[in-house]
């Protein structure tokens, strides 16, 4: 079983929908939790990065990280064409080391 | 612009050859990684150098080795190449080692 799960996708919404994105992980040590977005097989880019349980926002995109559940999402709202793209989620354990990612998911948004 | 710069961008071998992929990290980021992503696999973590020193290993092939640099640049030896290794190689640089930054990658196609 891999440490971290990711729902597989592809996913493919109209323009303006709500996204959810989701990853479960199995490793209690994961204290640190990010969010990637890669573009046509680019660099990875950092879009989201939170610590602990809880929400943040930033602009049209929303990290959720349940800890007791060992639970992540990312909401994105009034989706863009743009926002085509695979998103990663990615874990790191306490006092930083390796981080380990999900296989991503591929999100269409169709204008 | 992540401030992660990777050479070649891209590259075409033969099975049995040998390359070096190169790396310079961020201004100031200590730390290096190196991920291997291929067409049916996600990111997978090779090796992480920290101000010179290996840190950390994942699933890094004995054909597959990896040094730091005093300039903290990184380089990344693949040899004795099989049809397999064909992948997107990616260096990340980090400070603290949670948040990455991604370059580029370098597309490696052995024939």
């Known amino acids: 079983q891999k440490e971290v799960e990711q729902d597989p996708g592809p996913l493919s919404v109209p323009e303006g929908a709500i996204v959810s994105l989701n990853c479960t992980y199995s490793?209690?040590?994961?204290?640190?939790f990010m969010w990637y977005r890669q573009y046509s097989r680019k660099g990875p880019e950092l879009l989201m990065y939170?610590?602990?349980?809880g929400n943040k926002e930033d602009g049209r995109f929303t990290a959720q990280v349940d800890k007791s559940s060992k639970y992540i999402s990312l909401f994105i709202r009034d989706s863009q064409p743009s926002d085509s793209a695979t998103y990663l989620c990615a874990m790191t354990p306490r006092g930083a080391g390796k981080s380990t990612f999900g296989d991503g998911t591929t999100l269409t948004v169709k204008p | 612009d992540s401030g992660v710069t990777q050479t070649p961008k891209h590259l075409i071998t033969a099975t049995g050859q040998r390359v070096t992929l190169r790396c310079s990290p961020r201004?100031?980021?200590?730390?290096v990684y190196w991920y291997q992503q291929s067409l049916d696999q996600g990111l997978q973590f090779l090796i992480q150098y920290y101000n010179g020193e290996e840190r950390a290993k994942g699933n890094i092939l004995e054909r597959f080795s990896a040094q730091q640099f005093p300039d903290l640049h990184s380089e990344l030896n693949l040899s004795s190449l099989e049809l397999g290794d064909s992948a997107l190689y990616f260096c990340a640089s980090s400070v603290g080692g949670d948040r990455l930054f991604f370059g580029e990658g370098s597309r490696l196609t052995v024939l």
């Open positions: 939170t610590y602990s349980s």
């Open positions: 490793n209690s040590a994961f204290q640190y």
């Open positions: 201004s100031g980021d200590l730390s």
